[in-house]
């Protein structure tokens, strides 16, 4: 397969939220943002989507912003506005992350989307210590499904529980993966 021929994954960072009990919106957050985006370039996507909602900010270079107008409702709202971004652009894969993992690096987003073009469903999640986490990557002909199957403040989750051919990705080696819900204590 030629470069030319490779599919397209887009993929979207859920950046929407509040942060409530972050005490900010967790965009805002030291580098996560720059962090993220360069984990989901540097480990394979050849478009990324910065999903924003509660803080509209830039986004890095080579990056495309959308915001969420309905963030507020929850995760689903998010991953909505970033599939529908990924659609537009013509992508094959979404690979769906999250701005509060900051050490979740290149090499976690390349295993992960590496098992999913490899897979007959083209669905793969990272796992942490047998923890889903992120990111996940789903086929484009899941899409419909994974929307319908959403809502609130659930977001793929929901779809991607319920199926046996999710590709389960062990990346424990590469990060913890733990979501930063609540700031550092000084």
Do not use: F, N
Request: contains cysteine.
């Amino acid at each position: 397969m030629s470069a030319d021929d490779a599919p397209l994954v887009a993929g979207v960072l859920l950046a929407a939220g509040a942060g409530r009990r972050y005490g900010q919106p967790k965009v805002l957050v030291d580098d996560w943002l720059t962090t993220a985006v360069a984990a989901l370039t540097d480990g394979g996507c050849g478009r990324v989507i910065v999903v924003l909602g509660a803080a509209v900010v830039p986004v890095p270079s080579g990056a495309t912003a959308v915001v969420a107008p309905d963030w507020e409702t929850g995760l689903s709202a998010s991953v909505r506005a970033g599939l529908a971004e990924a659609a537009c652009v013509g992508a094959d894969y979404a690979a769906l992350h999250v701005v509060d993992t900051p050490d979740v690096g290149a090499a976690v987003v390349a295993r992960v989307l590496q098992r999913a073009l490899a897979s007959r469903s083209g669905l793969a999640r990272a796992v942490y210590d047998g923890r889903p986490g992120h990111p996940v990557v789903i086929a484009r002909e899941h899409w419909p499904d994974v929307i319908a199957a959403m809502s609130g403040d659930q977001g793929a989750g929901a779809y991607l529980r319920d199926r046996p051919d999710v590709e389960i990705v062990d990346c424990g080696d590469l990060a913890d993966g733990r979501d930063r819900d609540e700031p550092p204590k000084t």
